[in-house]
């Protein structure tokens, strides 16, 4: 799995890892701040997380132009700084008005510019390294790898976040409710119904501080919103540490990889030969071809990009607050880092070449399973969890299955029956529907959005139904994802390879705006029909791939 890989692909992922943790801590919370704070309904939420989500997504196009021109490490690096700057106005508590609103969008302008010149340019110069023969066979194998030290630093990221804000929460006397925000909004703006008003002030009562849970209805609202929403701010700033880290991390290892940070232009300027010079026609069908395959990927990223809101939604108004047996140990931090490094020590004792390997890493994984099994002991029998939470499950089932489908792929290679890259992603389209299916289910029988009015359900669902949704579109995420990347960088012409991954990020931009599409139809429609509509159109993406494939695959041999 890890052997005969170029070092640089290790530097540049743990520079990659360090960005991501700091930028899934923030988006966490983001529409749990939104909300909370502005005391916005999901259409107008889910706008600004759209707008946002298509800006990040798009700004790679502009990042890969300016790349292919001046070099991709001078663009990482700038992306970096400007990253930084918005994320301290980010961590700023501003009052509820047009200058705090005005900040906070001018701060997710600046994590979208830097993510513009930073993502897509690090991933180029990772593809470059494997332009040398000696490693050009395992190209998907590096970008699964690199992509599972994302996950390794998103998966960490819910746990940040939550403890962060259940810290600044305990200083001010309060702990998290779910249902405060919305009912102390409605109480502030006059709509709240006398049913509300007794739960709010039933909520109110359950605080650990005294004097707080004394307040007068209305101060204790706004008291709650005020120090919920700065308790959200000190997350965010997470993700300047994590900036700082990743910095460092890039130019110490900068070395190994200083040899990829060159485009095309600087290549030729330093007498190298082109690594390929394509035929006019050549460039137009593999542009072409790159094009289709970007076309498809936008459904997925629509229905993906949902983690961080309708999703989200789900876990906070349609699902238990707590949680017992054991799906427990999914809401443990050290029980899931343990199980996610014993799947790796696990492989190591089946693929290592030494007998003396082979045994180390068979008793490490032991050790690691024995001290989940005693941290799951210890737990308590009913454990609350709060709906940010949730996202950790993508992230850590990317990380635990990475080596599963290398495995599974390296088998098919040895036998010559590997689909192609093209052939993945369209059966990965079909398995994000079958995720979404599982939500039809869990949302059997549950009131609509529109009659809970932002509180939550008075039947909640279970947990499992997230946990295995996520399971479900992680497994299309591996299939489709990192496959795309490698795809992208292995087929793209020469001169244009900053611009090609920017288009590959430009297809998920599209999809991130258009998963405003459920928040528009939250209020509006029932709750099952939501993840219909998201299933429905990955299957008909999915169909729509397989048909395109002898195209695709005649372009780019």
């Known amino acids: 799995m890890f052997k005969g890989q170029p070092k640089g692909l290790y530097a540049l992922a743990l520079a990659n890892t360090g960005e991501r943790f700091g930028y899934y801590t923030m988006l966490a919370i983001f529409m749990l701040f939104l909300q909370a704070k502005f005391g916005w309904e999901q259409a107008a939420a889910s706008q600004l997380y759209a707008i946002f989500m298509a800006v990040v997504y798009f700004l790679p196009v502009i990042g890969g132009w300016v790349a292919d021109r001046v070099g991709y490490g001078k663009c990482v690096v700038a992306g970096i700084c400007v990253m930084f700057l918005g994320y301290v106005m980010l961590t700023v508590p501003t009052p509820v008005n047009g200058f705090g609103l005005a900040l906070m969008i001018g701060a ?22 494997y332009d040398d023969p000696k490693y050009a066979d395992k190209r998907d194998s590096a970008f699964s790898l690199f992509y599972m030290a994302i996950n390794v630093g998103a998966m960490f990221a819910p746990f940040a976040a939550t403890a962060i804000t259940n810290k600044f929460l305990a200083k001010a006397g309060l702990v998290y409710k779910a ?5 102390a909004h409605q109480l502030l703006g006059g709509t709240i119904s006398p ?40 997350g965010f700033a997470v993700a300047c540490v994590s900036l700082v880290l ?27 030969a082109p690594v390929v010079e394509l035929t006019p026609k050549q460039t137009r069908e ?12 936008i459904f997925f990223w629509m229905a993906f990009q949902q983690n961080g809101q309708s999703l989200t939604w789900f876990a906070r108004d349609y699902t238990q607050s707590t949680v017992t047996g054991w799906p427990r140990a999914g809401f443990s931090m050290w029980i899931l880092g343990l199980l996610a490094v014993s799947m790796y020590t696990l492989f190591g004792a089946f693929q290592s070449d030494k007998k003396s390997n082979r045994a180390v890493c068979g008793a490490v994984t032991l050790a690691l399973w024995a001290t989940v099994a005693i941290l799951y002991s210890q737990m308590p029998a009913v454990l609350d969890i709060q709906p940010q939470l949730f996202q950790q499950f993508n992230p850590f089932f990317v990380v635990l299955l990475t080596p ?37 289910f869990a949302s059997i029988g549950q009131p609509s959005p529109a009659a809970l009015l932002g509180t939550v359900s008075p039947d909640p669902v279970v947990p499992t139904y997230l946990m295995g949704t996520y399971l479900v579109l992680t497994f299309a995420e591996l299939l489709l994802s990192p496959m795309g990347i490698s795809f992208v960088t292995k087929v793209a012409p020469p001169k244009m390879k900053g611009l090609m991954m920017g288009l590959w990020f430009a297809a998920s931009a599209i999809g991130n705006y258009l998963t405003m599409v459920p928040g528009l139809l939250w209020m509006r429609v029932p709750l099952w029909a939501n993840w219909a509509i998201l299933a429905s159109l990955c299957a008909i993406a999915g169909l729509i791939m397989f048909t395109m494939l002898k195209r695709i695959n005649a372009a780019t041999r």
């Open 108 to 129: 997710l302008l600046l994590i979208a510019m830097g993510t513009g010149l930073f993502k897509g340019n690090l991933q180029v110069m990772i593809g470059n390294l």
């Open 246 to 272: 990743s910095m460092g991390i890039y130019f110490a290892g900068r070395k190994w990889f200083k040899h990829a940070d060159v485009n095309a232009k600087q290549a030729a300027a330093a007498g190298n």
């Open 286 to 297: 593999r542009v072409v071809a790159l094009c289709m395959v970007f076309a498809v990927v």
């Open 179 to 183: 249902d405060i925000p919305a009912l």
């Open 404 to 440: 599963v489908i290398m495995a599974i792929f390296d088998a098919l290679a040895r036998k010559k029956k590997e689909p192609s890259a093209p052939m993945k992603i369209g059966i990965g389209m079909l398995v994000a529907a079958l995720g979404y299916v599982v939500m039809i």
């Open 195 to 234: 049913e509300n008003s007794a739960r709010l002030a039933e909520l109110q009562a359950q605080m650990p501080d005294a004097s707080v849970a004394a307040l007068s209805l209305p101060d204790f609202s706004n008291y709650y919103i005020e120090h919920l929403a700065s308790s959200y701010n000190m």
